[in-house]
């Protein structure tokens, strides 16, 4: 016959969780990842801001009171109409050109019948020389007006396609600097446009680490919880008396906003190889930092180790591991050296 306090004790027992189950000896659940060795550099972060690389003030060509200017917000393709300046005086004066070339081209018509009469004349000693020559040179100026005439026409026809201000890339809309009503000079900015599908990311960074960052390298760009990996396009510095930086300019495909602050991660020395685990795989306790490394027979041995650089998830250990060894990222709390485990699937 059972006692009322064994009864309890086999309550207890049997209703423990995994991990009090492993503290009674029992086997504990873990997972496992494995300790490797690679190429790491120490880091640091510095801040940086995501551009877009076609962005323009676009300006007037011409000067003019504006007719209509794009909303902000507008999206366009490039070659679309985002401003109108009036075109009036500019068509006026293309009619007053048209009819001065029509003029002009009447006015060298009548000189080579002319001149074509007059020669045939001279022929016969009916037309003095003077009067030829006289007249060849009026045909001449009259041809040279209407060249004139001509270009002055091209001019004005530049001018008034000039009149509508185009986008010169596909783009959005964000800034109209002038309103429609308002007279605008030649390099007026009427808006601002970018396009949001071309990003980088710009970020300046002491000139000490300068010769560890290399176009086509691959760093680390934190957008809030999000990390991007990002080639650097860029490298240069810009360092002067006043400041001692360079710029690095990285291609960001992701779609972030343009203006948001991001941190870029870039290395501050060589890369050297290391052995790695990953960080879950660090225990936390009073006396120092340790891992838990799982035997062929599934037993947890309880290693003391030190950490170096890190990179992403992995960070760098020093101790008695190798690569190749099977460590513990997930139930490593209560795990208790010499322990049998039981090996789960991550």
Do not use: C
């Not at 020559?133 to 026809?157: G, I």
């Amino acid at each position: 016959m059972r006692t009322a306090m064994g009864i309890a004790i086999g309550v207890v027992v049997f209703g423990l969780s995994s991990e009090g189950w492993a503290q009674w000896g029992g086997n504990s659940p873990v997972v496992l990842d494995t300790a490797k060795t690679a190429t790491m550099a120490p880091t640091m972060q510095v801040a940086g801001t995501v551009v877009s690389r076609a962005d323009a003030y676009l300006s007037a060509e011409v000067a003019g009171r504006l007719l209509a200017v794009a909303e902000p917000g507008q999206r366009v393709d490039q070659g679309d109409v985002i401003a109108r300046v009036d075109d009036q005086t500019l068509r006026l004066r293309a009619q007053e050109l048209r009819a001065e070339i029509a003029r002009v081209e009447a006015e060298l018509q009548f000189l080579e019948a002319e001149l074509a009469r007059f020669e045939r004349l001279a022929e016969t000693n009916l037309a003095a020389a003077s009067q030829i020559d006289q007249t060849r040179a009026d045909r001449d100026v009259a041809k040279s007006n209407l060249d004139v005439a001509n270009a002055r026409l091209a001019q004005v026809a530049t001018e008034l396609e000039r009149t509508s201000i185009k986008a010169p890339f596909p783009g959005l809309v964000v800034e109209r600097v002038a309103q429609a009503g308002e007279r605008v000079g030649v390099g007026e900015r009427v808006v601002r446009l970018y396009n949001p599908r071309d990003l980088e990311v710009v970020a300046r960074a002491p000139l000490n680490y300068y010769r560890y960052v290399q176009p086509g390298d691959t760093l680390a760009v934190t957008a809030g919880e999000r990390i991007i990996d990002a080639p650097v396009r860029r490298v240069y510095s810009v360092g002067g008396e006043d400041s001692h930086v360079f710029e690095l300019r990285l291609n960001m495909d992701s779609a972030l906003a343009v203006g948001q602050t991001v941190r870029v991660t870039l290395p501050t020395a060589d890369f050297r190889e290391v052995l790695a685990v990953p960080r879950d795989a660090l225990v936390l306790r009073g006396d120092g930092v340790s891992i838990f490394v799982i035997g062929e027979d599934n037993t947890a041995r309880r290693i003391n180790v030190t950490t170096g650089i890190g990179q992403g998830d992995w960070i760098e250990v020093k101790g008695p591991i190798q690569a190749g060894d099977r460590v513990v990222v997930r139930g490593n709390e209560r795990l208790r050296p010499g322990q049998e485990v039981t090996i789960q699937e991550g």
